[in-house]
């Protein structure tokens, strides 16, 4: 899937990326494509859905 960086807070590890009118959550960890402070908020990116306990989250995002 293909997204947008909503957000990004370097400083706690994790961010949002908006796909598709829905929001997915990503930890620091989630990313394979580079590295995570390399993002910013507004980067295109391209990433795989998983499942958390709290819902949909992103995985293995990769910087496009």
Do not use: C, N, W
């Amino acid at each position: 899937m293909t997204g947008r960086i909503k957000t990004v807070k370097q400083d706690k590890g994790f961010g949002f990326i908006l796909a598709e009118s829905q929001e997915y959550f990503f930890h620091r960890s989630d990313v394979t494509g580079g590295s995570f402070e390399d993002l910013k908020d507004g980067d295109t990116v391209e990433f795989d859905v998983g499942e958390s306990p709290k819902g949909p989250r992103a995985e293995r995002i990769r910087k496009k």
